[in-house]
């Protein structure tokens, strides 16, 4: 219990840190700057790794699966690859988000500090039932494999013409019923005085939104993570270092979405090779190695062959340009 105590005190200083000193000052993220964070974040969350060898070689916590020291790292870096991918998905979502309701670019990491604060509840929930699920009902395993099987099966045949708009959302709708809304701005406030009395502001509709869809993403990542382990503290950090890293990241990535389209068709690898694992669990051993070498792969297969067609399309560009 100690353990968890000291990791929520980690992750609650760092929040304190950076909404409280490095960003108290509402200001545009330059990508110089998200990149420089990004690369922190990562960097942490990998020296992280070492806590966990150094706690699964001693009885400071449960380790209900018997994980030696290497296999709870390994673990923990795979869940941690797994997060940070699927992420992605979520960046091209909150970006629709903050376009659709004109979010000013200096007051977006706001919005995601606190998305991420209400994410980090969330997750916890979901990551306790899912583990309590998994062990009690081994049967669920296969369940869960299929559904990973069915997203990535259904993002391969989702088409362009279906792209989220968040103003003809349920959600969207719904919040409008509750409270008054108001497509007016006030610096960084989520609610302010109107002629029809207290009503949200852009900011907090769209905070609310970017809550429920990451609640939604969660249905996918939550079982991804559990098909390598169910532990629960691995499960759980690893989640929460890739949340952790989610703001820092957005920033690096807004200005450049186009440039990682083809990136999706690594996210579908991984959950169909997840899902299979899922499913075939009883009949097929990989290495910790194999599973994470897989997803590593697949992560930069995606990244270069984005590139390369980035780079592609600005070369015949600016060849037409020329003509």
């Known amino acids: 219990m100690i ?22 000052t509402p200001h545009i993220i330059s990508t110089k700057e998200a990149s420089k964070w990004t690369a922190i974040w990562v960097t942490v969350s990998f020296l992280f790794s070492g806590v966990i060898y150094w706690l699964y070689g001693t009885d400071y916590i449960k380790n209900p699966t018997d994980l030696t020291q290497t296999g709870a790292v390994l673990k923990f870096i795979t869940g941690y690859l797994i997060e940070l991918s ?42 306790s039932f899912g583990v309590i699920i998994i062990n009690k009902f ?36 719904t919040l409008g019923k509750i409270m008054p809304i108001t497509s007016e701005h006030d610096k960084e406030k989520f609610f302010m005085q109107t002629d029809k009395g207290r009503a949200a502001t852009p900011l907090f509709v769209a905070l609310i939104i970017i809550e429920v869809m990451d609640v939604l993403f969660a249905v996918d990542s939550v079982p991804a993570i559990l098909a390598i382990t169910s532990d629960p503290f691995i499960v759980f950090s690893s989640n929460i270092f890739a949340i952790l890293g989610l703001r820092s990241m957005y920033f690096f990535l807004a200005n450049m979405l186009e440039k990682f389209a083809y990136l999706e068709y690594s996210l579908i690898a991984i959950l169909t090779f997840v899902g299979i694992k899922m499913i075939a669990h009883d009949y097929i051993h990989l290495p910790e190695w194999a599973s994470l070498a897989f997803i590593a792969l697949a992560l930069i297969a995606g990244v270069l062959y984005s590139l390369h067609k980035a780079k ?3 070369e015949h560009k600016a060849s037409r340009d020329e003509e």
């Open 3 to 24: 353990v968890w105590i000291l990791f929520f005190a980690l992750v609650f200083i760092i929040l304190a840190l950076d909404l409280g000193v490095f960003n108290k």
């Open 86 to 127: 699927l992420s992605v998905d979520n960046i091209f979502v909150i970006a629709v988000i903050f376009a659709s309701f004109k979010i000013p670019q200096k007051y977006q990491h706001r919005v995601l500090f606190w998305g991420i604060l209400g994410a980090i509840i969330f997750r916890g929930l979901m990551i």
């Open 138 to 173: 081994t049967w669920t395993t296969y369940l869960f494999g299929a559904f990973l099987i069915f997203t990535a099966v259904k993002m391969f045949f989702s088409k362009e013409e279906d792209d989220f708009e968040p103003k003809d959302s349920f959600v969207y709708k």
């Open 312 to 314: 592609d399309v600005e």
